[in-house]
C-alpha cells in the first residue's frame, strides 16, 4: 500500500514538472540573457534556429530547456550542456585515467566517460624511446607498462565508431602516475587551458584534467621558475630507473591536503576550476588562518570560495546556491610512494 502511495505521488509531481504553456511564460524580451538555464525555461533564439541536445520546441516556436545547465551556441545550433553529467571527451584534451583491465594490444581505462577509453599499445612510447613495430614480445609485456588501478595522465586521440575515445601517451609529459592525491569535480566545471600542467609558487604540482579527475603531488623540480611549462611533466631520472620516490614530507602533505580541499570547495559551489581559482582558494584559507581540516567546514566553505568569484573576470560556469553533496566525497584515493 505505501509503495502505490508512493507511486502515486511520484506521477503527481511528475504532472508539476511539465512545461507550462507559453501563454503563461514572461516575455522573452523581460528575461535575463545569463547562459545557464533550468528545465522548462525560455531560451531567446533567432528564428529558423536548430534544436540541440537538452532543447525543446515548443508548438508555437518557443525553445525551451530540457535540463539544467548552460546554453551552447554554434552558429544557429542551440544545445544545452548539463552541469552535473558524464564526460564527453574532445581531441585533444588532456585526462586522467586508472586502468581498469588490461586485455589484447590495449588498456581500457576508466576516465569518467559515459564507457572506459581505450590505450593501444602503439598509442605508448616504449622503454628508451624506441621507434618500431610492436611485436607479439611486447604483448606479454604489457602489465610491465601498466596493470589494474593504475592512475595514467594521457591525451584523446580519436573516436572509435563506438564512440569510446582513444587514448595516447607518447609524449613525456603523460604517462604513470604515483606518490600523489586523486581528486574527482565535476567536468563541466573544468576551464579549458593553455597548459593543463600547472606547478604552484607554493610547492604544489597539479595535473587539471578535463574529464574531471585532478592530480595532486608534491613538486620535485624545484619551483615552478626552474623549467618551462614542456619540462614540467618530463619524466624523471627516478622514474626511468623504475625507483620509487621518496615519501612526501609533513609539509608536502598538508599543502596538498589544502590544495585538494579548495577543489573540492570550489566544486561544492559550482565554481569553474583552473590554477587561478585554486590559488586563491588557497590563499584565503592561509589568510584566514585556517588549517585543512577546518576549511570544508560549511561555515568556512563560503569565505574561502569568495576571492575565486572574481578571477577570470567574472568566468564562471554556474553558481547555483550550495550543493546538498557532502564535502568529503571528492577525494578518490591517496597514492603515496607505490
Known amino acids: 500500500m505505501d509503495k502505490r502511495r508512493r507511486l502515486s505521488s511520484s506521477s503527481e509531481a511528475g504532472a508539476h514538472i511539465s512545461f507550462v504553456p507559453s501563454s503563461s511564460v514572461p516575455s522573452l524580451s523581460h528575461r535575463s540573457l545569463e547562459p545557464v538555464v533550468t528545465p522548462g525555461e525560455p531560451i531567446p533564439a533567432e528564428p529558423g534556429c536548430l534544436r540541440g541536445h537538452g532543447t525543446l520546441m515548443l508548438d508555437d516556436g518557443t525553445l525551451v530547456a530540457t535540463v539544467a545547465g548552460v546554453v551552447e551556441r554554434v552558429n544557429k545550433l542551440v544545445s544545452v550542456r548539463p552541469l552535473r553529467a558524464r564526460y564527453h571527451g574532445e581531441v585533444g584534451d588532456v585526462v586522467v585515467g586508472r586502468i581498469s583491465e588490461v586485455g589484447a594490444k590495449r588498456w581500457r581505462?576508466?576516465?569518467?566517460?559515459?564507457?572506459?577509453?581505450?590505450?593501444?599499445?602503439?598509442?605508448?612510447?616504449?622503454?628508451?624511446?624506441?621507434?618500431?613495430?610492436?611485436?607479439?614480445?611486447?604483448?606479454?609485456?604489457?602489465?610491465?607498462?601498466?596493470?589494474?588501478?593504475?592512475?595514467?595522465?594521457?591525451?584523446?586521440?580519436?573516436?572509435?565508431?563506438?564512440?569510446?575515445?582513444?587514448?595516447?601517451t607518447r609524449s613525456l609529459k603523460y604517462g604513470k602516475l604515483s606518490g600523489g592525491l586523486l581528486v574527482k569535480v565535476a567536468p563541466s566545471l573544468m576551464k579549458r587551458l593553455k597548459h593543463h600542467f600547472h606547478v604552484f609558487a607554493f610547492g604544489v604540482s597539479t595535473i587539471f584534467g578535463m574529464n574531471g579527475y585532478v592530480w595532486v603531488s608534491p613538486d620535485r623540480s624545484g619551483g615552478a621558475a626552474a623549467h618551462t611549462p614542456d619540462e614540467l611533466n618530463d619524466v624523471s631520472d627516478e622514474q626511468r630507473s623504475g625507483q620509487q620516490a621518496a615519501p612526501a614530507t609533513r609539509d608536502e602533505r598538508e599543502r596538498i591536503c589544502r590544495v585538494r580541499n579548495a577543489l573540492v570547495a570550489l566544486d561544492a559551489r559550482r565554481v569553474a576550476i583552473s590554477p587561478a581559482t585554486v590559488a586563491a582558494v588557497y590563499e584565503a584559507s592561509l589568510a584566514a588562518g585556517l588549517a585543512p581540516r577546518l576549511m570544508l567546514l560549511p561555515a568556512n566553505v563560503a569565505t574561502i570560495v569568495e576571492p575565486a568569484l572574481g578571477v577570470h573576470g567574472g568566468g564562471i560556469t554556474a553558481e547555483i546556491g550550495d550543493s546538498d553533496a557532502p564535502m568529503d566525497g571528492g577525494m578518490v584515493g591517496m597514492e603515496v610512494g607505490r
Open 109 to 168: 581505462a576508466d576516465v569518467n566517460g559515459r564507457q572506459d577509453a581505450l590505450l593501444m599499445l602503439s598509442s605508448i612510447n616504449l622503454p628508451g624511446g624506441e621507434q618500431r613495430r610492436r611485436t607479439a614480445e611486447d604483448q606479454l609485456n604489457m602489465r610491465q607498462f601498466y596493470v589494474e588501478n593504475d592512475l595514467l595522465s594521457a591525451e584523446v586521440q580519436a573516436f572509435f565508431q563506438d564512440g569510446a575515445m582513444s587514448l595516447h
